[in-house]
Each structure stands twice: as C-alpha cells, then as structure tokens.
C-alpha cells in the first residue's frame, strides 16, 4: 500500500479510536504548512502568493482559482481556523489579515511584532498564535503573541529569544523555532512562560565530538542547526519535526573544483557538503521536549536513542536520498499526513519534496541499514516552493511554488511499498511575476542549488544556503584563509561596496561570484550577465524590519551619532553603504588557534564591512567573536577600532543606540 493511499485507511482508523475535536484541529493544522493551506472540508485551496501579496481561493474539485484576496506586504505563511477563518501573516507590515470563507475579501487587520511569520491556534481554537521575528521596540528577542480568535485582541505577547519562525502546539504547550540560533524554546501556554528557552539540540548532535573535546586538535567535527524556519507537530502532539541545515563548524580545506569546490563533503558522517539539509525530531514528553536526534559525529552509532542506529524510532537527522541524482537542500516547511504516519518535508533549493516514515527506519519500503536514509520518496516540483497541504483522506498533496506562482498536485502511483508519490504535472497558475525578467532569474539562482552553473552535484548548495532569505545564517565558517562569519547581503547596497570578500580581493562583484562558485560551490561559473542578475536581485532586497529606526532620531540617539563621529567611527564607516571600501587592521585578526587568518589578511587587514542592517546581523567582526554589539563596543582594542576606551558608560549607551538605527 502507497504512502498516500495507506493514509487513507488508517485515518479513518485513527479517527474511530482517538481522534477526539482537539486532536481533529491538530490534525488539520499538521497537514499543512508554509504557504498552503485547505479549508476543513478539503474544498477550497489557499495559496498566498508572497510577491503579489495575495491570497489565492482555489476550487479543488474543479481544480480552478475563483478568488484573489489582496493581504498584507510580504504575506508568508497561511492558517485555517476550525470555523474556516483564514489567517495570512505579513512579514512586510507586521499583520495578520483574517479572511472568512465566502467573503473572499480581508475582513480585518491585526498587528504584531515586526516580521511575523509562523501561525498555530490553541487546541480548542480560542487562540491564534503568532511567531514574531522582532518586537516593535526591540531586535533583541522575538515573540509569541496570543490573539482570541473572537475579538481579534491581543491576549498576552512573550519573549521567546532571538529571530524566532516556526510554531506548533502540542497539547497545553507550544514549540518555537529559532531560526539562527538553531534551537527549539518550549512554552508553557497555560500561564503563560518559557518552560525551556533551549532543548539542547547542539550538545545531543554532538555528543561524542563534545566528549572527545571538539576542534581540530581533537580531531572532532560538529555542527550547528542554522536556518530552523517551520515546526510541525503530529496529531496526537507526540512528536514534532523542525526542518534545518547543519553547518560545518570545523576546518574547510581547499578541494578541487572538479571534486566539488572545497563546500563539498565535510558533512555530518559524509552525508552531504559542509551545509546539510536535515530534519530534526523532538520528542514532546510529558518530562518536557528533547531532541531526537543522531549523533552526527559517530555516524548514527548513538546518540538520544542508544543501541544499532537503525532501531531508533525517528527519521534519519540527515536529508539524503536513497538514489543519485537526487539531492536535497533548504528544507523550508513540514507536513505530516492525518495518521501521523508519514512526514512531507519541502526543500526550497533543490524544489523537492521528501517523504520519510515518522517513527520507524526499516521495513519494505525503507532500508536506513543499507541506505543510510529514512527517505522513501523525493518528487521535484516547480522553483522555490515553501507551502505543502495534505488532503485529509490521504490520498492527494498540493505544493505552492513560489517562484512559478503555481500549485502543483501529488498523488500516489504504483501498488505496494514500491508505490511513489509523483507529481501529476497539473499545475494551476494562480498569480505572475512581478520582478522584472533579470530580478526574476537572479532569484531563482541565489536559491538554486541543482543548477549545475552554480553548484556541483557532489555539493548542492545554493547562496540562499548561508545567507538565508539574502540576509545571513549566524554562523562563522572555518575556511582556509581564516574564520569567517556570513555577512547579510539584503539592504547594504552590494553594487556600492567593492571590493567585495571579507579581505577584499576580488575587485568586482562578477570576479567574486565567479570564485565562490567554482571554487567553493563547485559549479561551472557565471558570467558577467548572470552576476548582475544575482547582484540585482540581491540589492532589491529590502533591509530586516528596524524596531529602532524611527522617522526622526530620538535625543539618546542623537547624542550616540555625535559619539560616532568624535570616535571616529565614520572615517572607516561612511557613505551611503557605511564602508569606505577599504582594508584596515583594526586589531581584530586571528593571530593563533586552531585556524588562524591567512598571509593575504594580516597584511592588508580586512575589509570594512557595511554597517547598514547592523541591530539584525549578530554576531559581529570577521571571526564572529562579538555575540553583541554591546560586547563590541565594551572590547579593549587600544582604539584601533575606533577611539573608544575613553567612553563613559553613558557615551557607549548613547553609541550603543545609534548603532541600532543603521
């Protein structure tokens, strides 16, 4: 029996035996995800189109849109009520829009923090929940804020750490995803609290590399969880899954273009480049929530569940398919069928779906002991999807495409355990391209990690990979030439800061992306007009949300500006990019440790970086070594790094501010 028809009959099974209202509502909120969702009659389709900021009504029996309903700037991600309300979240405004079945038109408006982005309702639908990335006074921490679906008023907003995305209830609890951090924060929704602001996910993935004593030396490797944007629970709140990318924390050496570029190999037990897709597991006991997760550094032989690695009860940690040819990367969202048996997980770079069992790595139609995959089934489906709903009988799936601006239809085909989920090649266009012709095809291949002008097959990695959503990914990368931390592209005007490279070798922009590409992502090159298709799209971009920056400076502000310039800050930070576009040493180079700066570096310095964005892009310097910018601020570097040390507490507290508006 298929993936897809098997869900069908024990649905219903599931549905006799346990399925009381609330876990009905789980369920209908597990089977969809991202930008798609179905009304609780399987009857209309909701597609939000992110560039028309749309909401898209689709006809499924007809298979036809018969609505469009104008929402909020940047609309990302869509919810059903249990009554059919509709709640579309704007990243670009800070709403909410709520739309009810039949009007087709946007019955109301609820502001949130700055950037919200992952929606949930409370088992007895009484409460929207909604994942904010910044408040509207502070970037220091995100929220999750409890809106009653009836008044459409705010309940109660808490703090949940920094740049949280994804959310999903579980019983009388919640589960937030932060998005750079790579962690999981627990919440308590009864009173409400953080029940856990961390559940460990980096100390259990690395559990051997941690006792063995990580870094070069020991001859250990570990990763970190970057770019956690969805969490999805099963039906019965037992489990949860939160799509990801572990991140090379150890040395990168150089590797031939031809092998891959030096990004190729490098991953969790050689499964994949130096940035791996993967699929985290989180059990949701009533103890409180820990990760499921392989022990990436003994390749699978321990970890939260001990004993044979192919006994263990969740999906493999790594995203890799069982055939070639096949390759997954930017895991966006998640869904899990009505049963809870099967988890769908969306892939934004390779435009794929994956479907793997939930709670098993054997059996006819996995083999985790030969393959060394949980994965069963990967379909392709069109450029930059991000949205994924399950019809509730089990037998059908539909996938938005963002960059296609189309829904697509999956369905089983084939008999038994060999049974495939395919793609029906039915698409239904529900919106068109707003970008010019250039910015449309930049997009596609900053995300496009199969592209083989860009990546090689033996790295699968896309410039969306690191810099996530063109901004950045937290994380410092132990390349050849020293530690370096992924700049933020979106907002600090790219054509006007050559040269480009922390240490700022490559005279032109076309120069660079040729380097990184061939020599790093192991593709075949770009030439100069692919560049500026990728350039252009890069400096369309907007800057992050700003809760500091206002329409006039306040007078903390104003006096932190002066400060900027007695201390000489803008003789290095100046213009309209905040970068002179030189080199400089500042007293920030890597001089010792397991992987110090390069030749090229400590001759030349490094090159000034833009400050523009600056409140959103921690951590801070080259080598990542500021956790904030209070920490920067606060660093004894003999003024070389501005005329500092003479500060009062007042004056860094006044700077401190003004920095925050850039």
């Known amino acids: 029996m298929s993936v897809l028809s098997r869900s069908l009959v024990l649905g219903a099974l599931a549905a006799a035996l346990s399925f009381g209202c609330g876990s009905q509502e789980a369920a209908s909120r597990s089977r969809a995800a991202g930008s798609l969702a179905l009304s609780t009659d399987d009857a209309f389709l909701y597609a939000v189109d992110t560039d028309s900021a749309t909401l898209n009504v689709i006809d499924t029996k007809s298979q036809t849109k018969v609505s469009q309903v104008q929402v909020g700037a940047g609309a990302a991600r869509v919810l059903v009520g249990p009554d059919d ?68 008023s705010p309940v109660w907003e808490l703090p949940v750490g920094a740049e949280p995305r994804g959310v999903a209830v579980v019983g009388d609890r919640a589960l937030v995803s932060l998005y750079k951090a790579g962690e999981v924060v627990e919440v308590d929704l009864k009173t409400p609290q953080v ?159 994956s479907v793997m069992p939930v709670y098993r790595r054997e059996g006819a139609d996995v083999d985790f002991k030969s393959t060394g995959t949980t994965i069963r089934s990967v379909v392709q489906v069109g450029a930059g999807p991000d949205g994924i709903a399950l019809t509730k009988d089990g037998l059908s799936a539909y996938v938005y495409s963002q960059f296609d601006h189309r829904v697509e239809l ?19 266009q529900v919106a068109s391209d707003t970008l010019t012709p250039d910015l449309a095809a930049g997009r596609r291949l900053f995300f496009d990690a199969i592209d083989e002008r860009m990546s090689s097959s033996a790295t699968n990695v896309s410039c969306g990979t690191c810099h996530l959503a063109g901004r950045d990914d937290g994380h410092v990368w132990s390349f050849p030439d020293g530690p370096r931390q992924t700049p933020a592209l979106a907002g600090r005007k790219i054509f006007a800061t050559a040269p480009y490279h922390w240490s700022g070798e490559f005279p032109s922009l076309g120069a660079f992306m040729d380097h990184t590409v061939r020599e790093r992502m192991g593709g075949r090159g770009v030439g100069d007009k692919i560049a500026g298709q990728i350039a252009s799209y890069i400096d369309s971009l907007p800057a992050p949300a700003n809760p500091y920056r206002k329409p006039e400076l306040t007078e903390q502000q104003q006096r932190g500006a002066a400060v900027f310039a007695s201390a000489g800050c803008n003789s290095c930070h100046t213009g309209e990019a905040l970068t002179n576009n030189t ?36 951590p801070y310097l080259h080598d990542g070594s500021a956790f904030s910018l209070e920490e920067r601020i606060g660093r004894d570097d003999g003024d070389r790094h501005g005329r500092t040390s003479g500060l009062s507490e007042g004056q860094r507290s006044d700077l401190l501010a003004y920095l925050k508006t850039l």
């Not at 999956?410 to 239904?428: C, E, F, R, S």
């Not at 090229?600 to 964005?613: A, C, D, F, H």
């Open 410 to 428: 999956l369905q089983a085909q084939g008999k038994g355990d060999a049974a495939q989920v395919v793609n029906m090649q039915k698409p239904i």
């Open 583 to 618: 080199n400089a040493d500042v007293g920030t180079l890597v001089h010792s440790g397991a992987n110090p700066d390069n030749g090229v570096v400590m001759t030349k310095g490094i090159n000034v970086p833009s400050l523009l964005g600056l409140a959103r892009s921690a």
């Open 195 to 353: 029940l856990q602001s961390k559940i460990g996910v980096y100390e259990e993935a690395n559990k051997t590399a941690l006792a063995n004593g990580s870094g070069s030396s020991s001859g250990s490797v570990t990763f970190r969880a970057r770019a956690l944007a969805d969490v999805v629970a099963t039906p019965d709140g037992a489990r949860a899954f939160v799509p990801l990318v572990w991140a090379r924390e150890a040395a990168i050496g150089r590797r031939p273009s031809l092998s891959g570029g030096y990004y190729s190999g490098g991953g969790p037990c050689n499964i994949g480049a130096v940035a791996t897709a993967g699929l985290l597991a989180v059990d949701t006991g009533s103890g409180g929530a820990t990760p499921a997760v392989d022990d990436l550094g003994s390749c699978f032989g321990s970890g939260s569940s001990s004993g044979n690695s192919s006994k263990k009860d969740f999906p493999a940690s790594t995203l890799a398919a069982a055939t070639t040819g096949r390759p997954i990367q930017g895991p966006t969202v998640a869904a899990i069928d009505a049963t809870g048996s099967f988890v769908f997980v969306v892939s934004k770079e390779t435009s794929n779906v």
């Open 85 to 152: 309300t509709i709640y579309v979240s704007n990243t670009g405004d800070g709403t909410v829009s709520v739309i009810r079945r039949g009007d087709w038109k946007e019955a109301a408006k609820v502001q949130v923090g700055l950037e919200p982005y992952g929606l949930s309702l409370t088992n007895d639908g009484k409460s929207l929940l909604v994942v904010s990335a910044t408040t509207r006074d502070t970037a220091d921490f995100g929220t999750l804020t409890a809106i009653d679906t009836k008044t459409l």
